[in-house]
């Protein structure tokens, strides 16, 4: 990819929230963090902005590196554990769901890492399939499981932030229950259901303010919509989005394919508003996925397919 | 798929739901999930031949499966998509296996190609290894699975099941990135490489092969192919088997073999029915069928019924294919020529149409062409005979062509020869052929015949003309001998005087079992210039026995190994001033000698006997011994023989008498041949080999003239004794040869070098040096001769170590029953 800094001037335009975006975003050139040897994906920043958690092949197993691309270390090895892991808010320990084999049966487990000291603590549960990945409570003092039967609400030692949202009753979590989607508010409890278009929701993300939820549609496109299922922003195509820390732009990313092969895909950021669409790696020979921006809102991290690497982009407006 | 896209199949609902309650009575797959993806979707074409949609047959597999799946108690059953209004892209494909967590993610694809193939293949995912990496930087698969003991279990036997389910052509797996080429641009599969779970993609058969797409459009058959990937799925988690089994067939006419729509097919003792279908697959399915045997019948009309009985199975898929023969006795539909036809072709063949398959035996055996003509039948199909004559039919002449009331069809039912409708009388046309146009060249005979078969590779060949010929238009540009369409055998046309006849003589022996064409030019023409005006072209073939030629003598060599006429007891009746045999150019098949007797008989009783000297080594005599050579006459009226050396003395073969003017091919086979004892023999060949020993000319006509011989050859079964090099070298590369030596001529020193084939090898290995009169000069013999290749060096000496006079040498090789001889020369 031959990306360097360029400018693309946004027009200013009122939609949804009615917030005028400044549009002129700069890129830098992306430079690979991960070594060529390895195959390593799906980026995900801690929340002080020092570590990105990777995933390996197929989500096999969890790798740290600094934002420098130093420092790599794999924290485990376990079958599924790099699918959307959740940081703790301190920054020191992930949740996520691996799989483990029993013949050839399987069965998931929900499991927390320390990034500190390499503990590993294994939540019991009874049951078999873990629906999405396990997301910790707005204090953090228990996680929670969705399952065939509903969600169900396990305490977990450790640290207990105070809630920092506006309210203590606006949406703290959201869940894809495929064709709508459901909230759990700041204490913990049930916030609503929302189904604002028809179709398979797939990669909710709730903005960082707790105002605006992205979501995409299975085969359809992707959308912002406040929590209370007004202002629904229809974005056009796109996948896996990711908040700015502002939570007034995304990042996503917008993959072509034949039916068998991923032919192409870049990542592309739009204003919450819908306005501002435009391709930040415009490359003709790889395949930039899965962005994560990071908490700083200077850089989005995101891998390549064909080389197996996880690149950060520098951006600035 | 849309079902109202689809013909449904008529069946009988009730029959059917009264075995479904026996289905997965021993499946069990709870505590099991499962993503099932049908590929594609909406605003992707991949259309076939007629229009239907990859992505709406793979839709239809995918309800169907989940529906097997959901009997069997499985947790969930995802699908990708649930119409044909969408398609997701392969990333959202994988997200919604990935965030559900399910056990196991399958992709149902169909296959696409040139329109011919129709082969189940099953791909899954190939680890790679990005520290490996391709010339081109890309990252290399490792030959293994990604998911091993999984994903390369549940590949192949899917893709057996579907082969079996389907009755496709073949079935193969494969890992993804090698079989999209490696590191020539080969990947993962997209819906595969991000799973966190196992998972594969099925291309179950090719959806742009017309008929595999005639079948698609049945519900039924993608019910199969669910059916078989579901049995896998079973198998793989030992999660018990279907108690019932699935049959079908293709129900096709025996007319076209073309597949029949609206058949009846009854199923017993189920009493099942099915109707095939209107969309040209002539299928039937009748699944959950409890294990038995079942016998199937098919009924349409216009068509005898068929049935069959066989066995099924729980857990399996059986097959049974019927034809439909159509009722009422055989009759012939059309003929050519057609009765009463006149200005019939002498040339041209009969043709006779039925109106079904018939016995192509009692066809044959009930035919009858009067005046009788040798012929043979050819059969286009079964229901389509030529007659050809192997020359042609008389001029001018009223023929009646009969097929008996013997003659049936492959029922067994006799032809309805006056097509009354009733079986059991025969069939007879009339015809009368041309007049020979004499005012052109016009072919009246040759040989080979059309079609001939087991020609000698050595053959000489002829046609012959109703006139003389112009000599310039006789030429291998209008006479053309060749194997096809590319190539042609060079031969020299031999047309002596102003005869009527060509002989085409092969420069270089054919190849065994082979076609060629015979073929006749317009540009023949008369010496009036009146032109052939049509093309004459026939096939013959080689015979393809396994026998091998040794050439005797091709008088190439500078001195004639044959002795003087006049130094044999046995001539007599003739001139010795006048009689000579000796070397003559310009008469050669090949190269530039042949051996030519002039002769002077001087009494009515007149016998001229040449002996060979030139190396009377011995051959094996079998069944298969023939000997032969070229002899160009000249009408003399006189007899040409050969003569062998058996165990007891000479042995004369039947007598060629000279009746033409040029070449003709002597050839005898040893045993059985009317043999007359000569010189000590017994009139029959005993024991276990034999040699040439001469020739002789005897007076039956003419007193004096010519006659000339060349490529005396001996014909032996097995292991090849003598050939040219150049065929040892082509057809036995490791086998028993014995090569020119080398300097030649030489003096004082000469390498003779031979290959031994490794049978042969270890067993004593005899080289030995003869002079012309057959006098061994030198035993070279090897000990220790290895397979492969070995070489001797002569250094010209004789058994007494003295110098060897100069001249012409035979030397021979001998390794177990093989045998062979060449010339060498030594000079001073």
């Not at chain 2, 599969?189 to 090719?206: I, W, Y």
């Not at chain 2, 080979?448 to 000599?471: A, I, Q, S």
């Not at chain 2, 090789?813 to 060498?824: D, E, I, P, V, Y």
Request: hydrophobic share 40%.
């Amino acid at each position: 990819m031959n990306i360097f800094l360029y400018c693309v001037t946004i027009v200013p335009f009122l939609w949804g929230f009615a917030v005028a975006q400044p549009a002129d975003w700069s890129f830098g050139q992306p430079m690979p963090i991960t070594p060529d040897d390895a195959v390593l994906q799906q980026p995900r920043w801690s929340p002080d902005g020092t570590t990105l958690a990777l995933a390996g092949e197929n989500y096999r197993g969890i790798w740290l590196i600094d934002p420098a691309g130093k420092n790599l270390r794999q924290v485990t090895d376990a079958a599924g554990a790099g699918y959307r892991c959740s940081w703790s808010s301190d920054s020191r320990r992930l949740l996520t769901r691996t799989t483990v084999y029993e013949g050839r049966r399987r069965k998931h487990q929900a499991e927390i890492f320390s990034v500190t000291t390499g503990l590993q603590e294994t939540i019991k549960w009874a049951g078999k399939t873990i629906i999405g990945t396990p997301r910790w409570s707005p204090d953090e003092s228990s996680v929670y499981l969705q399952t065939r039967t509903g969600i169900q609400t396990i305490a977990v030692a450790g640290d207990k932030p105070p809630p920092t949202a506006p309210s203590l009753f606006s949406p703290a979590l959201i869940f894809s229950t495929g064709t709508s989607l459901y909230f759990i508010n700041h204490l913990g409890r049930p916030g609503g259901r929302l189904a604002p278009v028809a179709g398979r929701y797939l990669n909710a993300e709730l903005s960082p303010d707790g105002s605006k939820i992205a979501f995409e549609v299975v085969g359809g496109n992707l959308f912002v919509v406040k929590p209370t299922g007004q202002d629904l922003v229809d974005l056009g195509r796109g996948e896996r989005p990711t908040w700015a820390p502002d939570s007034q732009w995304l990042a996503f990313m917008l993959p072509t394919d034949d039916g068998h092969r991923v032919l192409n895909s870049d990542i592309y950021l739009v204003a919450a508003d819908g306005s501002g669409r435009q391709n930040a790696t415009r490359s003709a020979d790889r395949v930039e996925m899965n962005p994560a921006w990071a908490p700083d809102g200077k850089s989005i991290a995101f891998d390549e397919e064909n080389s197996g690497r996880v690149f950060i982009m520098p951006l600035a407006r | 798929m849309k079902l109202n896209s689809l013909t449904i199949t008529a069946i009988t609902a009730s029959a059917i739901l009264a075995t479904i309650s026996g289905t997965a009575l021993a499946q069990d797959l709870s505590g099991l999930s499962f993503c099932l993806d049908p590929g594609h979707g909406a605003g992707t074409p991949n259309q076939g031949p007629t229009g239907l949609r990859e992505a709406d047959i793979n839709l239809e597999v995918a309800l169907r499966l989940k529906e097997f799946m959901k009997a069997a108690k499985a947790d969930s059953v995802l699908l990708t998509r649930l119409d044909d209004t969408t398609n997701p892209s392969l990333s959202q494909r994988e997200s919604i296996a990935n965030q559900f967590g399910v056990d196991w993610f399958h992709s149902v694809h169909h296959n696409a190609f040139d329109g011919g193939d129709r082969f189940t293949l099953l791909l899954y995912e190939e680890k790679r290894d990005p520290a490996d990496r391709c010339p081109n930087g890309s990252i290399r698969g490792t030959g293994a699975a990604e998911w091993p003991g999984q994903t390369d279990v549940t590949g192949p036997l899917m893709a057996s099941r579907i082969f079996q389910a389907l009755r496709t052509s073949n079935s193969i797996d494969r890992l993804d990135w090698t079989f999209y080429g490696g590191c020539n641009g080969g990947f993962n599969l997209g819906v595969l490489n991000d799973l966190q779970m196992p998972g594969e993609l099925s291309e179950a058969t090719f959806h742009d092969h017309p008929d595999e797409e005639n079948k698609m459009r049945n519900p039924d058959f993608l019910k199969l192919e669910a059916r078989a990937i579901f049995m896998t799925f079973l198998d793989f988690f030992d999660a018990g088997e279907m108690a019932t089994g699935a049959l079908s067939g293709i129900i096709k006419a025996a007319a076209n073999n073309e597949p029949l729509s609206g058949v009846t097919v009854t199923l017993s003792p189920s009493n099942q029915t099915y109707q095939t279908d209107s969309n040209g697959n002539g299928l039937y399915v009748f699944h959950d069928l409890a294990p038995g045997s079942y016998t199937v019948t098919a009924v349409a009309p216009g068509f005898d019924p068929a049935t069959r009985t066989l066995q099924v199975q729980g857990h399996s898929f059986a097959a049974a294919d019927l034809t439909l023969a159509a009722s009422g006795p055989p009759f012939v539909e059309a003929t050519v020529p057609a009765q009463n036809a006149t200005e019939v072709d002498v040339y041209e063949s009969l043709a006779f149409r039925f109106s079904r398959e018939m016995n192509r035996e009692s066809v044959e055996n009930a035919f009858t062409l009067g005046p009788s003509a040798a012929g043979h039948f050819i059969w286009v199909s079964d229901k389509i005979v030529l007659v050809e004559p192997d020359t042609r039919l008389d001029f001018d002449t009223e023929y009646t062509s009969r097929i008996a009331a013997t003659a049936t069809d492959q029922s067994g039912r006799f032809l309805d020869g006056n097509g009354d409708g009733t079986g059991g009388d025969s069939f007879t046309i009339d015809f009368m052929t041309k007049t020979a146009d004499n005012s052109i060249p016009v072919v009246m005979d040759f040989f080979p015949v059309r079609r001939d078969t087991g020609v000698f590779e050595r053959d000489v060949f002829e046609v012959t003309f109703n006139k003389p010929l112009d000599p310039a238009t006789v030429n291998t540009s209008n006479i053309v001998l060749a194997p096809n369409s590319t190539e042609q055998i060079p031969a020299v046309l031999d047309f002596p005087g102003a005869a009527t006849r060509v002989t085409i003589i092969p420069q270089k022996a054919l190849s065994r079992g082979a076609s060629y064409f015979l073929t006749l030019r317009p540009g023949i023409s008369l010496a009036d210039g009146s032109e052939l005006g049509r093309i004459f072209s026939w096939r013959f073939t080689t015979r393809s026995s396994n026998v091998s030629i040794t050439t005797v003598d091709d008088f190439e060599a500078p001195e004639l190994a044959w002795g003087n006429p006049s130094a044999s007891p046995f001539s007599m009746g003739f001139d010795p001033d006048s009689t000579e045999f000796e070397l003559t150019p310009g008469l050669a098949l090949s190269g530039g000698g042949a051996g030519t007797l002039s002769y002077v008989f001087t009494e009515n009783i007149g016998v001229i006997q040449s002996d060979f000297v030139g190396g009377g080594q011995p051959h094996r005599l079998d069944a298969a011994s023939e000997i032969g050579c070229y002899v160009y006459g000249h009408a003399s009226g006189n007899q040409f023989r050969l003569l062998v050396q058996d165990s007891d003395g000479v042995e004369m073969l039947p007598a060629l008498t000279d009746s033409r003017l040029g070449w003709t091919l002597y050839r005898h086979r040893l045993q059985g041949a009317a043999i007359e004892a000569g010189d000590g023999g017994n009139g029959q060949l005993d024991g276990a080999e034999f040699s040439v020993s001469g020739f002789r000319w005897t007076r039956a006509g003419k007193a004096s003239g010519a006659l000339t011989i060349d490529d005396i050859f001996i014909v032996e079964s097995g292991l090849p004794v003598s050939v040219d090099d150049d065929q040892v070298a082509a057809f036995h590369p490791s086998g028993f040869a014995l090569y020119q030596n080398y300097p030649n001529p030489f003096n004082p020193e000469t390498k003779i070098s031979f290959r031994l084939a490794p049978q042969v090898a270890g067993t004593p290995v005899s080289l030995q040096i003869f002079d012309l009169q057959g006098r061994l000069v030198r035993d070279l013999t090897v000990a220790n001769a290895r397979p492969g290749l070995n070489q001797v060096v002569w250094d010209s000496r004789d058994a007494r170590d003295q110098k060897a006079a100069s001249g012409v040498y035979v030397y021979r090789l001998r390794a177990g029953n093989s045998t062979q001889t060449k010339k060498l020369i030594l000079l001073k």
